[in-house]
């Protein structure tokens, strides 16, 4: 088994090879991921208001 520190050194060399995002991707990143949880969001309450609203008409509370 290779040692801690042998560990250590090869994840530092390997974090070197990582391309960081940029500011500017990163704020249209983050705009993205807000966008797609408010759309499933509101997808998902209007689906659980008819699903209640026809369990409702059903007799099926």
Do not use: Q
Request: aromatic residues 12%; hydrophobic residues 55%.
């Amino acid at each position: 088994m290779a040692s801690p520190k042998k560990f250590f050194i090869n994840v530092h060399k390997e974090m070197k090879k990582v391309r960081w995002p940029k500011k500017k991707e990163m704020v249209k990143y983050s705009f993205a991921v807000l966008a797609c949880i408010i759309v499933l969001s509101v997808f998902f309450v209007l689906s659980d208001l008819a699903i209640a609203g026809i369990k409702t008409l059903l007799g099926m509370v």
